[in-house]
């Protein structure tokens, strides 16, 4: 498909008009080198800076459900932090302090957010949505302490990360539409 001889600006101008994130990650970006370049620039910066991960830490082994962790660990949202400086990944940072006014810092020394649990979370994602529209993102993850900041930050490769997160979502989705059409066919 031939797209129109537009300048840069326009195409930007157009692509950052569409108010469906999923669409232009999943369709639009798929038609040509040249959109996937334009929509990569417009995820990078609209889309990325809204990104949140609500860390739901473990406290028992999933296999034997024994205790792992004997402490609680508050709530912990990590927020954009920043883009690496060859724009291929992502850094997610946690607050300095909770919402309950411990500091991460406390948490990581005393060993309430030590790094293997910190990496054992399943991170409910979202981009610019509420968290209860968030999707669980599992597996391997990449957690760092920032001494520097007293931080826990999460470096992930964003276009997989957004990838895996709009295809949890079509695949949530369709269920729930599976769901709809099987409870109107038993009461049909």
């Known amino acids: 498909?031939?797209?129109?001889?537009?300048?840069?600006?326009?195409w930007l101008q157009i692509l950052e008009n569409t108010t469906d994130p999923a669409?232009?990650?999943?369709?639009?970006?798929?038609?040509?080198?040249?959109?996937?370049?334009?929509?990569?620039?417009i995820f990078l910066s609209t889309y990325l800076p809204k990104v949140s991960a609500f860390a739901?830490?473990?406290?028992?082994?999933?296999?034997?459900?024994?205790?792992?962790?004997?402490?609680?660990?508050?709530?912990?949202?990590?927020?954009?932090?920043s883009v690496s400086p060859d724009g291929s990944r992502l850094?997610?940072?946690?607050?300095?302090?909770?919402?309950?006014?411990?500091?991460?810092?406390?948490?990581?020394?005393?060993g309430v957010l030590s790094q293997q649990r910190m990496e054992e979370a399943v991170m409910w994602v979202s981009i610019e949505c509420s968290r209860a529209q968030a999707v669980p993102i599992e597996g391997t993850k990449n957690m760092t302490w920032n001494e520097a900041e007293k931080v826990w930050v999460w470096e992930a490769?964003?276009?997989?990360?957004?990838?895996?997160?709009?295809?949890?979502?079509?695949v949530k989705k369709e269920e729930i539409e599976k769901r709809k059409k099987a409870s109107v066919w038993k009461r049909g």
């Open 1 to 10: 498909m031939a797209l129109p001889q537009l300048p840069t600006e326009l």
């Open 23 to 41: 669409y232009l990650w999943t369709t639009l970006r798929h038609i040509s080198p040249m959109l996937d370049s334009y929509i990569e620039k």
């Open 56 to 81: 739901l830490l473990p406290r028992r082994d999933p296999t034997t459900n024994a205790l792992r962790y004997q402490k609680f660990a508050p709530e912990i949202t990590m927020q954009y932090s």
């Open 91 to 110: 850094n997610l940072a946690t607050p300095k302090v909770t919402r309950t006014g411990v500091s991460i810092e406390e948490l990581n020394e005393t």
């Open 157 to 170: 490769e964003w276009r997989d990360l957004v990838t895996e997160y709009f295809e949890i979502k079509r």
